[in-house]
């Protein structure tokens, strides 16, 4: 399917949240529906086309919080409890099996607030503050000291007082409410921004104080804090960190000074972010089009996508979502398996 070097209107509006990742796209609408469109390989769908849908397909209803995985969907319902389908052979969708599953299963009964997808595994904060994790464990990603090469059933990891999660391709981020940033997995260029390399089976504190949110990408890192300023670390081929260089970078480094309020680290060469006045800036790779500013070329500072207007947006792999404030869904980028929804 075409690829789109500048942002395609998918669904006019009622939208409320969208989310994206390695080939197959989600958004919630105002009714409480869920809907997916893209590859469909693994289930990630359920039981629509077993292989690609090119236009969006309801997969749910009484929905309130949705999360894509590589491979896999994740959806909070309105009792609070966590369902999952899709790939599972690392037990990422917490049903205590490693089988496919084509239809929703549920990992979590009950009291989940926040779900975040990785490649292969799934971070969860419930309502207590608490922070729960699953799947594949390579590199100690899940934070349990590298105790389990996999875990197929939600395990606790933290007790309490998270805010804020994040699951990469193989490391974690998770925000605590005093406002540090803590993660684990793998630290290969610097991406948990420790100073180091070094694999981190078990959290550690990254930022102690003024951190409201993160992103954890393919091999790099965003973060805001409460100021509004905008962080990076890790690997920056492409220019992904947005700091003008190819330098990968094992400290954070600020990108922007202010007014910065969501963020997206994307799986593998880029970045998004969202300014409070609704625009919406990129950086990094653009070989589809996914930086969405009507060209393939690279950016190693941020460019400005959208001017106004913006509520939410999220990374794939070489494709963008986003949300206006009038509930409509856009999109660009790579259109390989219809996960742009456009038909």
């Given at each position: 399917?075409?690829?789109?070097?500048?942002?395609?209107?998918i669904v006019s509006g009622g939208i409320t949240a969208v989310s994206s990742c390695l080939d197959h796209s989600l958004?919630?609408?105002?009714?409480?529906?869920?809907?997916?469109?893209?590859?469909?390989?693994?289930?990630?769908?359920?039981?629509?086309?077993p292989v690609e849908n090119?236009?969006?397909?309801?997969?749910?209803?009484?929905?309130?919080?949705?999360?894509?995985?590589?491979?896999?969907?994740?959806?909070?319902?309105?009792d609070g409890s966590l369902w999952a389908m899709g790939q599972n052979h690392w037990g990422q969708l917490g049903d205590d099996?490693?089988?496919?599953?084509?239809?929703?299963?549920?990992?979590?009964?009950?009291?989940?607030?926040?779900?975040?997808?990785?490649?292969?595994?799934?971070?969860?904060?419930?309502?207590?503050?608490?922070?729960?994790?699953?799947?594949?464990?390579?590199h100690g990603r899940l934070g349990d000291g590298g105790i389990?090469?996999?875990r197929s059933t939600p395990f606790r990891v933290v007790d309490e007082n998270v805010s804020e999660i994040s699951a990469g391709w193989n490391h974690s981020l998770f925000v605590k409410s005093n406002g540090s940033l803590w993660g684990m997995g793998l630290n290969g260029n610097g991406r948990l921004?420790?100073?180091?390399?070094?694999?981190?089976?078990?959290?550690?504190?990254?930022?102690?104080?003024?951190?409201?949110?993160?992103?954890?990408?393919?091999?790099?890192?965003?973060?805001?804090?409460?100021?509004?300023?905008?962080?990076?670390?890790g690997f920056n081929a492409k220019g992904r960190l947005g700091d003008g260089t190819y330098t990968e970078r094992r400290?954070?480094?600020?990108?922007?000074?202010?007014n910065v309020t969501s963020i997206s680290a994307g799986l593998n060469y880029y970045s998004l972010f969202l300014k409070n006045d609704g625009s919406l800036w990129g950086m990094g790779g653009n070989d589809k089009g996914n930086l969405g500013d009507g060209t393939t070329?690279?950016?190693?500072?941020?460019?400005?996508?959208?001017?106004?207007?913006?509520?939410?947006?999220?990374?794939?792999?070489?494709?963008?979502?986003?949300?206006?404030?009038?509930?409509?869904l856009w999109a660009m980028g790579d259109n390989q398996f219809g996960q742009l929804g456009d038909g």
């Open positions: 399917s075409e690829s789109r070097s500048t942002p395609h209107k958004f919630l609408k105002a009714d409480g529906t869920m809907w997916g469109m893209g590859a469909n390989h693994f289930g990630q769908l359920g039981g629509a086309n090119y236009s969006p397909v309801q997969l749910a209803s009484g929905v309130v919080r949705i999360a894509t995985g590589n491979k896999a969907t994740f959806f909070q319902k309105t099996s490693p089988t496919q599953q084509n239809l929703p299963v549920q990992s979590i009964d009950a009291n989940v607030s926040k779900v975040d997808g990785g490649a292969y595994h799934a971070l969860v904060r419930k309502t207590d503050g608490s922070l729960w994790a699953m799947g594949f464990n390579e389990e090469f996999r921004g420790d100073g180091t390399t070094t694999v981190r089976k078990s959290p550690i504190e990254i930022v102690s104080s003024g951190v409201l949110r993160a992103s954890a990408g393919g091999g790099h890192s965003l973060f805001v804090k409460t100021d509004g300023s905008l962080w990076a670390m400290n954070p480094v600020m990108i922007v000074d202010a070329n690279e950016r190693k500072t941020p460019v400005m996508i959208v001017d106004a207007n913006v509520t939410a947006l999220d990374c794939g792999w070489n494709f963008s979502v986003f949300l206006k404030n009038d509930g409509s």
